[in-house]
């Protein structure tokens, strides 16, 4: 399975942006798909995350209330709506997927998951 994340680019702060992300081949069914980035001399931190079948979602703390993230089931893909970004959400965005059902609890961490994308740049500039 492929992870294929798009939508990243330069934004000023207080801007927006949209990530997607789709699985290859399409018709895969995942069970929770994520997002996770990292900044530069940062590690890798949990954005968000959304169970596939009951629309769920969960997010960091650091992102609540101005990020959103969504999936369309016919498209089978998954979007990460980003708005009043700040200087701070400047990293490389990955898309992660797993077929598991993860407790709650597990969906934080990157362990949880069992595919990842390229990862697609975020630079927000103030």
């Known amino acids: 399975v492929q992870l294929q994340a798009s939508g990243g680019g330069l934004v000023q702060a207080g801007g927006s942006l949209r990530l997607s992300c789709a699985p290859s081949p399409r018709t895969f069914k995942s069970s929770v798909m994520g997002w996770f980035r990292q900044g530069p001399g940062k590690e890798r931190e949990f954005v968000a995350a959304?169970?596939?079948?009951?629309?769920?979602?969960y997010y960091a703390n650091s992102v609540k209330g101005r990020f959103t993230i969504s999936r369309d089931k016919a498209e089978n893909t998954v979007y990460l709506q980003m708005n009043s970004l700040k200087p701070e959400d400047t990293a490389v965005y990955f898309c992660?997927?797993?077929?598991?059902?993860?407790?709650?609890?597990?969906?934080?961490?990157?362990?949880?998951?069992?595919?990842w994308g390229q990862g697609t740049l975020v630079t927000v500039f103030s």
């Open positions: 992660a997927l797993t077929s598991r059902n993860p407790i709650d609890s597990y969906l934080y961490d990157s362990g949880a998951y069992d595919y």
């Open positions: 959304v169970r596939w079948t009951s629309g769920s979602t």
